[in-house]
């Protein structure tokens, strides 16, 4: 053969020897198993569809079973590792402070915006926790019994009372909302509370949802909802 032409075979074949070792050694490297799906979406829409059903518990299961107890995924548009058991438990809860940190979705963050107490740090959260907490101390909340007394009754008269059957959970849900509309909002019964509870009903859809902000997706009118709230 001539020494060109092998020369020049020897050359094209460069690229395939380097990709062969980048390969080899990426997968050296003790990354968990599964992939991160299709971008953006990866695995949140199954997710979301157990959480929706009540199956979660079953559809971890099924990952433990077939990657191990870590793996990983992608969540709303992040890469995730996924743990499970006790030794994982032991990981989170007894970390430093600066190994491990909490975090929300990007959906949730950006519905709730960045100065939530959800992400506040340091003063900030401290100062807002401090907020809440004297407001919620026992002597302050005596002088408000005898009103949330009045909204349980009323709520229980309208909602409860001579019906053979009842979906209880939207209805405490309902309950709690309106109660936390009085009392820290001064937000009365009427049209003005049942457009804020339409437009906080639709914020809270979209909270775990793909970030897609797109004008037919839940996330996008989660968006615009939560301008309203």
């Known amino acids: 053969m001539n020494p060109s032409v092998l020369f020049i075979l020897l050359l094209s074949l460069l690229p395939l020897f380097f990709l062969i070792i980048v390969g ?4 050296s490297k003790r990354i968990p198993p599964e992939s991160l799906g299709i971008p953006i979406i990866g ?20 990952r433990v079973r077939k990657y191990g107890v870590i793996s990983k995924l992608n969540l709303f548009g992040k890469p995730t590792v996924f743990i499970h058991g006790s030794a994982a438990n032991k990981l989170v809860f007894n ?12 959906s949730l ?13 340091s003063e900030d959260h401290k100062r807002m926790r401090n907020a809440l ?3 919620l101390k026992p002597e302050e909340l005596k002088q408000y019994v005898g009103k949330m007394d009045e909204e349980v009754r009323k709520h229980l ?6 019906k053979q059957e009842i979906t209880v959970l939207p209805l405490m849900k309902s309950l709690t909302f309106n109660t936390i509309c009085s009392h820290l909002f001064g937000l009365e019964a009427g049209t003005r509370r049942e457009e804020f509870l339409a437009s906080f009903q639709r914020m809270i ?4 949802s793909v970030p897609m ?17």
Do not use: C
């Open 24 to 27: 080899r050694r990426r997968s």
């Open 133 to 135: 907490m004297s407001f």
């Open 205 to 208: 859809e979209g909270m775990w």
């Open 213 to 229: 902000n797109f004008p037919f997706t839940r996330f996008n009118r989660s968006l615009e909802a939560s301008l309203r709230v």
């Open 95 to 106: 970390s430093e402070r600066n190994m491990l940190t909490t975090a929300q979705p990007q």
């Open 109 to 121: 963050r950006r519905i709730l915006g960045d100065k939530n107490i959800l992400e506040s740090r």
């Open 43 to 62: 695995q949140s829409l199954e997710f979301l569809q157990a959480m929706r059903s009540n199956t979660a518990e079953i559809w971890l299961e099924k």
């Open 157 to 162: 008269d309208m909602h409860w009372k001579s």
